[in-house]
């Protein structure tokens, strides 16, 4: 069974700095791509950033140049680095995880329970 656990969100204000984790565990042999994704309510779920095992990574428009994606692929762990928080930012940010590879045949996708972030002015 693969479990996604996200860590760091909380309240800060604006133009704060915070610093979100997701670790993976469970019998895990590769993650193609990992992913935040964020959801405010009557919103559907947004791509926030991704990166593949590689590290290429992209960022959605409205966080590229404030927010970093990083990730370790020994740990399966992911990390966002969020600079510059604005109001808008608030939300629960999920972490993806998207062409596992496990003992069982085939790719599968997981999500984390989410993490809530509030940025106040």
């Known amino acids: 069974q693969v479990q996604l656990v996200e860590s760091g969100g909380g309240l800060v204000q604006a133009g704060g700095s915070l610093r979100l984790s997701c670790a993976a565990s469970?019998?895990?042999?590769?993650?193609?791509?990992m992913g935040w994704y964020r959801q405010v309510p009557v919103n559907q779920r947004e791509l926030v950033a991704r990166?593949?095992?590689?590290?290429?990574?992209d960022y959605a428009d409205s966080v590229k140049g404030r927010f970093t994606i990083s990730r370790d692929n020994a740990k399966n762990t992911m990390y966002l680095q969020m600079n510059s928080l604005k109001t808008e930012d608030t939300a629960v940010y999920y972490c993806?995880?998207?062409?596992?590879?496990?003992?069982?045949?085939?790719?599968?996708?997981?999500w984390g329970q989410g993490t809530q972030v509030t940025v106040s002015s």
């Open positions: 469970g019998k895990i042999f590769s993650i193609n791509v």
């Open positions: 990166i593949t095992s590689g590290g290429n990574s």
């Open positions: 993806n995880a998207d062409g596992v590879r496990t003992m069982n045949p085939g790719l599968y996708r997981y």
